[in-house]
């Protein structure tokens, strides 16, 4: 398998039994690193486990239903990780969600409600579980996947588009303790952000297979460039908007 950067790696991936998360693990996998997947739906991620498990024999990957709702559970996460493995190296936060309305007038705040908790409170308990682990290492990497509407939010996407850029406001406070801890010889760990339109994967593409999909990622590509992240040095990707779709 892989002889890169993510030879040997411990990474985690929250998020891991949907399309984006499935394809993460098995491009993860595929570079050498040993993935450990969480979700909220133990069915779907045992499927996603086992799929990149086949694809790369001899590869570690395993799942965990873990409730990334609440702080508790993630910090017991993360401290199982580094127990069973020695290290931690990465966080690929995969937690997904949408909601939208017809115009801003109907906007439902109850769609913030739910996109508060999916968005901003997993980011907010991934980071603050995995940061010390990360900086630990010699080349963690928190990485955030976001999206275009965060920076150029629709009328009809307000809730989303806000709860998007409360995410990235809060991953960019963790890079900037990255580069405080690095001091002056600059971070041995980022935060990172990769920003889409969208994500389309094959059965979207089945169901609808008149649509263009124009200037969405494809979560293979995503999944290449959440790789491509352990390429570059820490300094270079450390609180910086990584861009996968032409920018608004």
């Known amino acids: 398998?892989?002889?890169?950067?993510?030879?040997?790696?411990?990474?985690?991936?929250?998020?891991?039994?949907?399309?984006?998360?499935?394809?993460?693990?098995?491009?993860?996998?595929?570079?050498?690193?040993?993935?450990?997947?969480?979700?909220?739906?133990?069915?779907?991620?045992?499927?996603?486990?086992?799929?990149?498990?086949?694809?790369?024999?001899?590869?570690?990957?395993?799942?965990?239903?873990?409730?990334?709702?609440e702080l508790g559970p993630?910090?017991?996460?993360?401290?199982?990780?580094?127990k069973d493995y020695g290290r931690i190296d990465g966080l690929v936060h995969l937690v997904g969600g949408w909601r939208g309305s017809q115009t801003f007038t109907k906007t439902n705040l109850d769609d913030w409600d739910l996109l508060e908790h999916l968005l901003?409170?997993?980011v907010q308990h991934t980071s603050l579980a995995f940061h010390e682990p990360l900086q630990r290492s010699d080349r963690g990497r928190y990485v955030l996947i976001s999206a275009a509407g965060a920076s150029s939010p629709t009328a009809g996407n307000a809730a989303y588009?806000?709860?998007?850029?409360?995410?990235?406001?809060?991953?960019?406070?963790?890079?900037?303790?990255?580069?405080?801890?690095?001091?002056?010889?600059?971070?041995?760990?980022?935060?990172?952000?990769l920003v889409v339109k969208a994500l389309v994967h094959d059965a979207m593409r089945?169901?609808?297979?008149?649509?263009?999909?124009?200037?969405?990622t494809d979560v293979g590509e995503l999944a290449q460039a959440v790789a491509g992240i352990?390429?570059?040095?820490?300094?270079?990707?450390?609180?910086?908007?990584?861009?996968?779709?032409?920018k608004p």
Do not use: C
């Open 1 to 69: 398998m892989g002889n890169g950067a993510l030879d040997g790696a411990v990474i985690a991936v929250a998020g891991a039994g949907g399309p984006a998360g499935r394809a993460a693990l098995l491009r993860l996998a595929e570079a050498g690193a040993t993935v450990v997947g969480a979700d909220n739906d133990p069915e779907r991620l045992a499927e996603a486990v086992d799929a990149a498990r086949y694809a790369h024999g001899g590869a570690t990957v395993t799942g965990e239903k873990v409730d990334l709702l």
């Open 120 to 122: 901003i409170r997993t």
């Open 206 to 216: 089945a169901e609808r297979p008149h649509a263009k999909f124009a200037g969405f």
């Open 230 to 246: 352990w390429d570059r040095p820490a300094q270079e990707v450390n609180g910086n908007r990584l861009w996968l779709t032409e």
């Open 74 to 82: 993630t910090r017991a996460w993360a401290d199982r990780i580094e």
């Open 161 to 193: 588009g806000a709860a998007k850029a409360a995410a990235e406001a809060w991953t960019l406070a963790m890079a900037d303790y990255f580069r405080k801890a690095g001091g002056e010889d600059g971070p041995t760990s980022a935060a990172a952000i």
